[in-house]
């Protein structure tokens, strides 16, 4: 594939290596089958390429238990071990091709009133709309998941530019205030949002969730319903971390 091309993968199967890749392939009626493809070399007496092995598997059922491992029951976004599992793979390719990556630690303000008012099925019914709005506004490579009750990390990865991310940080913002419909009545809450950026903000997972969470914290300890990016936190005592255009809404309670 052009993918194997562009990743070397010829230069690999000179060497000897034995090469596998998954795809997915559209069947006439539309149903979805994922593949995977391995390609091992055989070598002539000079350890020269001579011919190649290629054995295609259909693991369809396979991919579709992974997928319930890492899913979320409730909202059907993706769970924490899926955040371990990838996020490796996309700091690795934010790497080599010298681009940016924005976490967000998102936590809802609010949303142990909703519960206590209109019961915990209110806020299941909170948290799966409020899922699918941030999936709408996300793209394919991006990565939304529930890690907490009311906790939600996005990663926007492949990003070109620190105001791609403002820009992103700011819809998801407003999505939160929109109100959504319940038994009971119509219901909406404040969002904080603590955004960390490969690599200025860390180079690993583990750095990058802790300093999205500390700034998310500032968030919240600075009047909720807004965002805090982490190199706007200071430890000098008495100084306000936020910049005034990255404010959003009036504190709430």
């Given at each position: 594939?052009?993918?194997?091309?562009?990743d070397g993968?010829?230069?690999?199967?000179?060497?000897?290596?034995?090469?596998?890749?998954?795809?997915?392939q559209?069947?006439?009626?539309g149903?979805?089958d994922?593949?995977?493809i391995?390609?091992?070399p055989?070598?002539?007496?000079?350890?020269?390429?001579?011919?190649?092995?290629?054995?295609?598997?259909?693991?369809?059922?396979?991919?579709?238990?992974?997928?319930?491992v890492?899913?979320?029951?409730?909202?059907?976004l993706?769970?924490?071990?899926f955040?371990?599992?990838?996020?490796g793979?996309?700091?690795?390719s934010?790497?080599?091709?010298?681009?940016?990556?924005?976490?967000?630690?998102?936590?809802?303000?609010?949303?142990?009133?909703i519960?206590?008012?209109?019961?915990?099925?209110a806020g299941?019914?909170?948290?799966i709309s409020?899922s699918?709005?941030f999936?709408?506004?996300?793209r394919g490579?991006?990565?939304?998941?529930?890690?907490?009750g009311?906790e939600?990390?996005i990663v926007l990865?492949?990003?070109?530019?620190?105001?791609?991310?403002?820009?992103?940080?700011?819809?998801?913002?407003?999505?939160?205030?929109?109100?959504v419909?319940v038994?009971?009545?119509?219901?909406?809450?404040?969002?904080?949002v603590?955004?960390?950026?490969?690599?200025?903000?860390?180079?690993t997972?583990?750095?990058?969730?802790?300093?999205?969470?500390?700034?998310?914290?500032?968030a919240?300890?600075?009047?909720?319903?807004?965002?805090?990016?982490?190199?706007q936190?200071?430890?000098?005592?008495?100084?306000?971390?936020?910049?005034?255009?990255?404010?959003?809404?009036s504190?709430?309670g």
């Amino acid at each position: 594939s052009e993918e194997m091309l562009r990743d070397g993968f010829w230069h690999k199967l000179q060497k000897g290596e034995t090469l596998q890749q998954e795809y997915r392939q559209v069947r006439p009626n539309g149903e979805i089958d994922d593949r995977e493809i391995r390609i091992a070399p055989i070598l002539d007496e000079q350890a020269f390429l001579s011919n190649l092995v290629c054995i295609e598997e259909d693991i369809s059922d396979q991919k579709a238990l992974e997928d319930k491992v890492y899913l979320d029951p409730l909202t059907g976004l993706y769970n924490r071990a899926f955040l371990e599992k990838s996020c490796g793979g996309l700091l690795s390719s934010a790497r080599r091709y010298k681009r940016l990556i924005g976490l967000f630690f998102l936590d809802l303000d609010g949303f142990k009133g909703i519960n206590d008012c209109y019961g915990h099925a209110a806020g299941d019914t909170l948290l799966i709309s409020l899922s699918r709005r941030f999936e709408g506004i996300l793209r394919g490579g991006d990565i939304a998941a529930r890690v907490g009750g009311d906790e939600f990390v996005i990663v926007l990865n492949n990003v070109r530019s620190e105001s791609e991310i403002n820009h992103v940080a700011h819809r998801l913002l407003a999505l939160s205030g929109e109100q959504v419909r319940v038994d009971g009545g119509q219901v909406q809450v404040g969002m904080s949002v603590g955004v960390a950026i490969y690599p200025t903000d860390g180079d690993t997972r583990e750095t990058l969730l802790q300093h999205a969470d500390r700034a998310m914290y500032q968030a919240k300890q600075s009047g909720k319903n807004r965002i805090v990016f982490f190199h706007q936190i200071s430890d000098a005592p008495g100084e306000d971390p936020l910049l005034p255009e990255l404010s959003s809404g009036s504190p709430q309670g």
